[in-house]
């Protein structure tokens, strides 16, 4: 016989505030520790999510088509026909939030001063605009103003290296598909500021018309870049496009072009998980001492609930009530707090001091914490979970208790 | 017919190289409704008796048959339930919940038992008002005296109506106008329920409340008297 759950939640309720100091101290314990699991996970989490938001505004998008050899020799030989009707039609689905199609060489630059190697991306500004670049990165002059237009857009570490400003010509040379030298001048119309510097220095916007007719590849791409609306899954977009495209035509998720970047995720989410287990061990430690003690304490009340008939089973429940209601009393507090600590900080954590650090890895200088809901059920469920285990050294112990035995102590 | 019937009781401790008799040998029947005291100097072996008949510690051989069902062959959770539904415990420490009010104490068997709520109230009042202590329900034990405690402890060894009682040193602790008023108590539960009381103590006073008296010495049943009291 076992009783009910209301009368076992009273009994350990009454049992809890008997040393209320030690169940107290117990407490903060837990609250602090769920605090730092949740809060900890946030700040990575905001770190782990713009490093990929990062990662992926630089290729950009989701999803990207190329022809099948272009990853590995991204010439402009390895080009794709511009979108027919059946991609066209995924492209302008609901999946999709933002597509544009790019011409996107290798080539060199060259100012009256110096000369790079760089990124040349062919673009429709507006499709650019749509996938995620940023119109207040240009720091000077504009932004394109369409496929057809003649300027080129640079970033401002490269306008350094190269020693020329807003306005001045720059040449931009690369191979046609005959494999002949194909060159152009272009009108610095515009520089964008990147958080990463090596975006800013090895990427140049140019029309796509412009560049298709400068390399004579018609409409041909090198590659369509497909935003859909959540990053953790891109897979179902991509397999949305594999189905409409040819068998030579490569299409890939970002998690594939960019494996580093992926593992990060994979890497970020087990460490979250080794985190929480961490910290929560040591919180066990206190967890199970303070109901020893409490077990300890009640040795001979023990007895007499077996003597009056209570089995040993009832008894493991009756201690384990009295952790669950513990452990979620500082679950519910330790929630709050961290809510109410990462709730100021959305607007995000200048870390510039760390920047150059935190830039090898692809983070930018401003740390946006991010709370998901699963990290917050994930830290949860760790500490109910464990701490029932932990609980239950404690409850077997006071239910191997023989009652003629713990009646005689005092 | 015989409500607890032991049959060569034996239990032994060890202390030291020396070997302790608890129980030498012991043989008792007690009939449904006796009111039997058992009596002996410290150590003689009544507390390890009535822990036995009790299913609280275990015999080294030995037969305890309660209404014709083996004792010392029950498991621990069926000796629980033997004790739940058929056994009331009193104690000379009390040894009621501290957290837990004198009604609640009270309940608490019936609870384990799985007693409605309504029929729970209504028997813990009425028992708690039979042992004089309407109006204290809501008291919890550190704000009762010894006397009052005892009385709560016995109101929680009969409210579920057991067929036997086994009541350890029950008086011990109490001053002697306590003591009168809790074995009238036994005595007019006795007769009114029929419940048998097996009461262990080295009073002589209580003692001469029982209508049998049994003597033990070293384990062993010395005398085992019927008396003209209660």
């Given amino acids: 016989m076992v009783l009910p759950a209301s009368v076992m939640a009273r009994l350990a309720w009454r049992n809890l505030?008997?040393?209320?100091?030690?169940?107290?101290?117990?407490?903060?314990?837990?609250?602090?520790?769920?605090?730092?699991?949740?809060?900890?996970?946030?700040?990575?989490?905001?770190?782990?999510?713009?490093?990929?938001?990062?990662?992926?505004?630089?290729?950009?998008?989701?999803?990207?088509?190329?022809?099948?050899?272009?990853?590995?020799?991204?010439?402009?030989?390895?080009?794709?026909?511009?979108?027919?009707?059946?991609?066209?039609?995924?492209?302008?689905?609901?999946?999709?939030?933002?597509?544009?199609?790019?011409?996107?060489?290798?080539?060199?630059?060259?100012?009256?001063?110096?000369?790079?190697?760089?990124v040349l991306l062919g673009v429709d500004p507006e499709g650019e605009l749509a996938l995620g670049f940023d119109a207040s990165d240009i720091i000077e002059g504009r932004f394109l103003s369409g496929p057809d237009d003649r300027g080129i857009v640079i970033g401002r570490k490269l306008m350094q290296r190269l020693e020329t400003r807003l306005g001045k010509r720059v040449v931009v040379m690369s191979q046609s598909p005959a494999n002949t030298i194909a060159d152009r001048g272009f009108r610095i119309v515009g520089v964008f500021r990147?958080?990463?510097?090596?975006?800013?220095?090895?990427?140049?916007?140019?029309?796509?018309?412009?560049?298709?007719?400068?390399?004579?590849?018609?409409?041909?791409?090198?590659?369509?870049?497909?935003?859909?609306?959540?990053?953790?899954?891109?897979?179902?977009l991509a397999s949305s496009v594999r189905r409409v495209v040819a068998t030579d035509v490569d299409v890939s998720s970002w998690r594939e072009l960019d494996p580093y970047l992926s593992s990060m995720t994979w890497v970020m989410d087990g460490f979250v998980l080794v985190w929480m287990v961490v910290i929560f061990l040591t919180l066990s430690f206190g967890l199970v001492n303070t109901l020893m003690m409490a077990v300890f304490e009640r040795v001979r009340e023990i007895g007499l609930m077996r003597a009056l008939g209570m089995r040993p089973a009832a008894i493991v429940y009756e201690v384990l009530v009295e952790s669950m209601i513990l452990l979620t009393l500082g679950?519910?507090?330790?929630?709050?707090?961290?809510?109410?600590?990462?709730?100021?900080?959305?607007?995000?954590?200048?870390?510039s001091k760390l920047s150059q650090g935190l830039e090898m890895m692809g983070a930018s200088s401003m740390l946006y914490p991010l709370l998901q809901w699963q990290d917050l059920l994930l830290a949860n469920t760790v500490v109910i979970g464990l701490g029932l285990v932990a609980a239950l050294l404690p409850a077997l112990r006071a239910a191997q208790y023989r009652p003629v035995e713990a009646l005689r102590k005092t | 017919m015989s409500a607890v019937i032991c049959t060569d009781l034996c239990k032994y401790y060890q202390q030291g190289d020396a070997v302790?008799?608890?129980?030498?040998?012991?043989?008792?029947?007690?009939?449904?409704?006796?009111?039997?005291?058992?009596?002996?100097?410290?150590?003689?072996?009544?507390?390890?008796?009535?822990?036995?008949?009790?299913?609280?510690?275990?015999?080294?051989?030995?037969?305890?048959s309660i209404d014709g069902e083996r004792v010392d062959l029950l498991g621990k959770s069926a000796l629980a339930d033997l004790r739940l539904k058929r056994i009331g415990f009193v104690f000379q420490a009390y040894n009621l919940i501290p957290v837990l009010s004198a009604l609640e104490n009270v309940e608490f068997v019936m609870l384990?038992?799985?007693?409605?709520?309504?029929?729970?109230?209504?028997?813990?009042?009425?028992?708690?008002?039979?042992?004089?202590?309407?109006?204290?329900?809501?008291?919890?034990?550190?704000?009762?005296?010894?006397?009052q405690q005892q009385r709560v402890a016995v109101a929680r060894a009969i409210v579920s109506q057991p067929r036997l009682v086994l009541a350890d040193e029950p008086t011990a602790n109490l001053d002697s106008q306590s003591m009168e008023k809790l074995m009238t108590l036994f005595c007019e539960l006795n007769r009114m329920h029929k419940i048998t009381f097996l009461i262990a103590s080295h009073d002589q006073r209580v003692i001469a409340w029982a209508g049998r008296s049994i003597g033990m010495e070293d384990g062993r049943v010395i005398r085992d008297e019927v008396q003209q009291v209660c």
């Avoid at chain 1, 407490?27 to 520790?33: D, F, K, P, Q």
């Avoid at chain 1, 990147?194 to 412009?210: C, F, M, N, Q, S």
């Avoid at chain 2, 036995?52 to 510690?57: M, N, R, S, V």
């Avoid at chain 2, 009042?125 to 010894?146: A, T």
Wanted: glycine letters at 10%.
């Fill in chain 1, 194 to 236: 990147a958080e990463l510097e090596g975006r800013e220095e090895g990427i140049v916007y140019a029309g796509r018309d412009v560049v298709q007719a400068m390399l004579g590849v018609a409409t041909s791409v090198s590659e369509i870049a497909v935003l859909g609306h959540d990053y953790r899954s891109p897979e179902v």
């Fill in chain 1, 17 to 118: 505030w008997r040393n209320y100091r030690r169940t107290l101290i117990m407490l903060l314990a837990i609250t602090v520790g769920v605090w730092a699991m949740i809060f900890m996970t946030a700040l990575l989490r905001g770190m782990v999510d713009d490093m990929v938001n990062q990662g992926i505004g630089a290729l950009p998008g989701h999803v990207q088509v190329h022809a099948l050899a272009y990853r590995d020799d991204p010439s402009i030989n390895h080009s794709l026909p511009a979108p027919q009707k059946a991609l066209l039609d995924v492209l302008n689905s609901d999946q999709v939030s933002a597509w544009s199609s790019r011409v996107k060489v290798p080539t060199m630059i060259s100012s009256e001063y110096e000369n790079r190697g760089v």
């Fill in chain 1, 331 to 351: 679950l519910l507090a330790g929630d709050l707090l961290a809510i109410s600590t990462l709730i100021p900080l959305e607007e995000g954590i200048d870390v």
């Fill in chain 2, 112 to 147: 384990v038992q799985g007693v409605s709520a309504v029929e729970r109230k209504q028997r813990s009042y009425n028992i708690l008002r039979e042992v004089g202590l309407e109006g204290m329900e809501d008291r919890r034990p550190d704000q009762l005296s010894g006397g």
């Fill in chain 2, 20 to 64: 302790i008799k608890g129980l030498d040998h012991v043989s008792l029947e007690i009939e449904q409704g006796a009111f039997i005291c058992l009596s002996g100097p410290s150590g003689s072996g009544k507390t390890t008796l009535l822990n036995a008949i009790g299913g609280l510690d275990s015999l080294d051989s030995g037969e305890i």
